[in-house]
């Protein structure tokens, strides 16, 4: 697959809590299958945190994931792959 996904998240609230539950949602085929799409998050900067876990988390599942806090920098992050 030669998809590259960008994800906005800066006008969301979420929490540890909110990706714990994502991840535990998300042990379907289809997302197994997605996990080799390169993703760049554009992060809310209040939840800097809670995406820094997420990018933590999501690299350990073996999910190509990177934050970032603006759209430049994630469209040239993508660019590489």
Request: glycine residues 2%; contains cysteine; negative net charge.
């Amino acid at each position: 697959m030669d998809y590259k996904i960008i994800c906005d998240f800066r006008e969301t609230n979420k929490s540890l809590a909110d990706a714990y539950f994502w991840y535990d949602d998300s042990k379907n085929h289809q997302f197994i299958k997605l996990r080799h799409i390169p993703v760049a998050q554009i992060a809310n900067v209040s939840d800097h945190s809670f995406f820094g876990f997420l990018e933590l988390a999501s690299n350990n599942k073996g999910v190509k994931l990177k934050m970032f806090l603006d759209e430049l920098s994630a469209f040239n992050c993508l660019e590489q792959f």
